[in-house]
């Protein structure tokens, strides 16, 4: 770019050189006294208009007027707009628009000057928003325009600059402001418009990830109704979609408002993926407004995440964007080993120097390399580190800027830069755990800013590394001992005691020991001694560990305690110390705790586990001694527990604490409730401790479900129901409900005598038993008259243990016998009244009728059919006898035809239906119907042969016979 500003005569004269022909006289130009300078220009237009209009980067041209013949933006009459517009680098300056509204080829209009920015920066947004009018008509082939000039603010749309440039663009005008007009808008605000594809960038593969869509209404009247939402994979497919049907907030939305909806996107394999997203709604030319939506799945690098560039493939998984062949892998002037990440040009390959430059032809360039998506785990202290070599101009200018970038284009934090020279390899060292349990990119971006040539020899990049940190942790046998803190509680011998201490390192990258010694001990209160008496080795790995032990000898009996420094290279716990501190004693007893599961400490050495019948055993006790001796254990075992698997046993051999009492198994259902006790004497060879180790299994009460009763659950406010007849007997059972006891070791019984407690009581009355875990009622005898009314019962059920007992309420409705009774089904039968049921069907029609048969009364019912004395032909099916008592209902069909051969008249089913107590007759008649013969006429005779219009043949006098 020109770095000075030439006013002179010269320049006046190739102004007006340039404007001496004639330029037409629609949508004349601004002038400008100093043409031609570069510099001076707008980018990044963008205005949400329907379809959204984005120009792009408008390159630095020296051409003051550019007219984008094709470059289009539609308005809409009524509705309000914003424009964003972007300030060049390299010099301040203000930025205004005007729109043709009435397409007259000039912007002098009333309301057709948009607005202006203030005078903006270098590289700062600004931004105008206008409304086009309501009413405005309609126009296509009109024009807007776009001007910049240097510090200060356009007013004139032709009128006569300094410094600065004019865009103009085509445009349309539409008047649709009475109607709804849908826009949907992804996250950002980026239109995602009908029939378009829209790219939602990368989604973790296998997991579910929620992405938000504006719907917009830019009508200025009528509100938009959406009436559907849906999503379904399309295209390559790979991916599993799910979008909300509902809008927040809900459907419709007025004019200028908006709602959102999510859709749950989960890649079912790395790679691109596509779905397609269908929105109903009332627009008038976009009613079925569809989105096809592209993405690409991903699984995140793990840590450490390490890049050399020296592999098969270094950038395979690397995102290189900007100018062609900027950003390469290079063997040139690596940091060690063979290949580098670099952005340079005209190289002379192999060489052990840097040499071309990323001068790409004299113009102003830039180019982002930005690394695989990295995953960082929650909690983790992580560093990023890479060496950092850069040859090119210095100043304000080649600058290279890293960072840390969380959607892959911008960066979350800048770690680096804008970075101009610095002489030969630097390794840069960031901290990135303000990151921990996110997902991240590496961004590097480099910008030559202007286009001077650049003959230096570029960047290059080598050896990135993202890794955890050494995380240094203590623990004294299972018990975290904090840097700082202290580890209290520990009991010695007097005699003297080893204390065996484990360093871990939770990081990612090698735990290094610095000190001399590694663990440095300082005796403090009560002690003797206290040496290291085994050193742990160095370094450790991440997720490794190494052991030292501390020989503590005290004075005498009484508190003590000692210091431990250890230094190291974790970045905040070095050095690492902490004091130790406890009580010198003669002995201890063993001590037992609650270790994983349910066991309960009762109190007097007692250790309590209460199980339900049939649950899941898998409880510990611990056995430490708080001096440090080692034990024996003696088991006496409890009465045999069936489902256990697993359960302490003897140890013999004396053995150093922790020691797991383990129960595993489960309480079968079989075993009888009540107390299994285990009696365990630990021993350290000084002392024992005993204690009683119980699992209680409970005595669960009896459960009862609905089986065959109508209805209810048993409960006094919701009995069971059923309903019997007047005349249903002892045959007339039903199982009411189940009944199930899961200690499957007892039986359930019922106890005593059912108690009614409401309704009839003088007729023959109701029996109940309890077998195979089903509670039936059936009547006593036959049920009479005197029975018919609600009789209600309470049943209680026992498994022997009063305190379980439970009571089932009975409700039972006993109705007068209501005969079975027969209906015409979906067929062509005819109840013909009297019991008589009529089929009439015309010789050789088919047959496919059904009479249903029901009782209205819970009965089972027999069939008795006697069938015509002679049969009718073409039949394939008809009624049989039932002899078994069966529940209606119950269908009588008959299939087949009524063969031609068959004698018209009447074929009779009679058929007789009985319910145990009532009986139901009923005929079945299938009439065939004796049709009359039909005659036509022969060929070549006239007439139908009726009275009015007989059959007419004609004969000659001589005619011989025929």
Request: proline share 6%; net charge negative.
């Amino acid at each position: 770019m020109s770095s000075y500003r030439i006013k002179s005569l010269l320049a006046l004269m190739l102004l007006a050189a340039c404007f001496g022909t004639a330029l037409a006289a629609q949508y004349t130009p601004p002038t400008y006294t100093s043409p031609g300078a570069t510099g001076d220009y707008c980018a990044n237009i963008q205005i949400n208009t329907s379809p959204a209009f984005n120009s792009g980067t408008i390159s630095d041209s020296a051409t003051d007027y550019n007219y984008h013949a094709g470059v289009s933006a539609t308005f809409e009459a009524g509705i309000s707009y914003t424009m964003t517009v972007l300030n060049n680098p390299d010099w301040d300056g203000g930025i205004a628009a005007w729109l043709d509204l009435n397409g007259d080829g000039d912007y002098a209009d009333a309301n057709e000057y948009l607005g202006a920015t203030a005078v903006l920066t270098l590289s700062q947004s600004g931004t105008i928003n206008f409304t086009v009018p309501t009413g405005t008509t309609a126009q296509s082939g009109t024009r807007f325009r776009v001007i910049q000039v240097y510090n200060g603010v356009p007013n004139d749309p032709i009128g006569s600059y300094g410094f600065g440039q004019c865009e103009e663009y085509d445009a349309v005008i539409n008047n649709n402001a009475g109607d709804p007009e849908i826009q949907v808008f992804g996250t950002g605000s980026n239109p995602a418009n009908s029939g378009a594809t829209f790219n939602i960038g990368p989604f973790l593969t296998g997991a579910p990830t929620n992405y938000t869509f504006t719907v917009s209404n830019l009508g200025a009247t009528n509100p938009l109704n959406v009436t559907g939402i849906s999503a379904a994979s399309s295209g390559v497919g790979n991916v599993s979609v799910t979008a909300s049907p509902t809008l927040v907030p809900a459907s419709p939305i007025n004019a200028g408002a908006s709602a959102t909806f999510d859709v749950a996107v989960t890649p079912t394999a790395d790679g691109p993926f596509e779905f397609t997203i269908t929105i109903n709604n009332n627009d008038a030319d976009e009613g079925t407004y569809t989105i096809v939506v592209q993405g690409t799945g991903f699984t995140p690098a793990a840590l450490p995440y390490t890049e050399d560039f020296e592999g098969a493939s270094p950038l395979a998984n690397w995102a290189i964007s900007g100018q062609a062949g900027a950003w390469h892998v290079t063997t040139n002037y690596p940091a060690g080993g063979a290949a580098c990440l670099g952005y340079c040009t005209g190289e002379t390959q192999p060489s052990a120097t840097a040499d071309g430059d990323y001068d790409f032809g004299g113009v102003t360039n830039s180019g982002t390399a930005r690394s695989p998506q990295i995953s960082i785990p929650a909690g983790a202290s992580v560093t990023l580190s890479f060496d950092h070599y850069q040859d090119t101009e210095t100043g304000t200018y080649d600058q290279l800027t890293v960072g840390i970038s969380l959607n892959g284009t911008t960066f979350a934090t800048t770690l680096l830069g804008p970075s101009g020279y610095n002489n030969g390899y630097t390794t840069r060292t960031f901290d990135i755990s303000a990151y921990a349990g996110q997902v991240v990119y590496v961004l590097f971006f480099f910008d030559t800013i202007d286009n001077f040539a650049n003959t230096t020899t570029g960047i290059r990049i080598d050896n990135l590394q993202v890794i955890e940190a050494p995380e240094m942790d203590v623990l004294r046998g299972a018990t975290p001992v904090s840097d700082g803190g202290t580890d209290s509680g520990v009991d010695i011998l007097t005699a003297g005691t080893n204390l065996t201490y484990t360093i871990e390192n939770n990081g990612g990258s090698d735990l290094n020991l610095t000190g001399t010694p590694l663990v440095s001990v300082t005796a403090g209160t009560n002690v003797t001694s206290v040496n290291v008496t085994t050193s742990p080795s160095t370094p450790v790995a991440g997720a490794g560990s190494t052991q030292f032990i501390i020989n503590v000898v005290p004075t005498a009996a009484g508190a003590y305690d000692f210091t431990v420094s250890i230094n190291n290279d974790d970045p905040d716990e070095n050095p690492y110390n902490f004091t130790v501190s406890g009580n010198a004693v003669s002995n201890v007893p063993p001590a037992v705790t609650l270790g994983a599961g349910n066991w309960v400490d009762a109190g007097g050495g007692l250790f309590t586990l209460t199980l339900n019948p049939g649950a899941t055993i898998n409880d510990t006790l611990n056995v430490d001694d708080p001096t440090p001796n080692d034990m024996t254990v003696d088991v006496i075992t409890a009465a045999a527990l069936t489902g256990i698997t697993g359960q302490p046993a003897n140890i013999t051999t004396p053995t150093a604490g922790t020691i797991n009492l383990t129960w595993t198994g489960t309480a079968d259902a079989s075993n009888t409730p009540g107390n299994y006790n285990w009696t365990i004497d630990i021993n350290d060879g000084t002392s024992t401790t005993s204690i009683t180790a119980r699992i209680i299994i409970v005595d669960v009460p009896p459960q009862h479900t609905i089986l065959n009763a109508s209805g209810g659950d048993g409960s006094a406010g919701t009995p069971y129901t059923y309903t019997f007849a007047v005349g249903n007997t002892g045959a007339n059972s039903v199982d009411l409900a189940t009944v199930t006891d899961a200690n499957t070791s007892q039986t359930v019984t019922i106890s005593g005598t059912p108690n009614q407690t409401s309704g009839p009581t003088g007729g023959t009355g109701f029996q109940f038993t309890l077998a195979a875990n089903a509670l039936t009622v059936a009547p006593a005898g036959a049920l009479v008259a005197a029975d018919v009314g609600t009789q209600v019962f309470e049943v209680v059920v026992s498994d022997g243990n009063v305190a379980n007992d439970q009571t089932i309420t009975v409700s039972l409705d006993v109705v007068a016998n209501v005969p079975p009774a027969v209906s015409v089904g979906t067929s062509n039968w005819v109840n013909a009244g009297g019991g008589l049921f009529t089929l009439t069907v015309n010789p050789g029609a088919a047959i496919n009728d059904t009479l249903v048969v029901t009782d209205t009364t819970p009965d089972n019912m027999t069939v008795d059919v006697t069938a015509p004395g002679t049969a009718l032909t073409g039949l394939t099916a008809e009624p049989a006898d039932i002899a078994a008592p069966t529940a209606g209902p119950i269908n009588l069909t008959w299939t087949g035809t009524a063969a031609a051969s068959n004698t018209p008249g009447n074929y009779n089913w009679t058929i007789d239906i009985n319910d145990g107590t009532s009986s139901t007759v009923i005929t079945a008649r299938i009439i065939v119907v004796d049709v009359a013969p039909q005659h036509t006429a022969a060929t070549g005779i006239s007439g139908d042969g009726s009275a009015g219009t007989p059959y007419l043949a004609t004969y000659a006098q001589n005619d011989p016979p025929a």
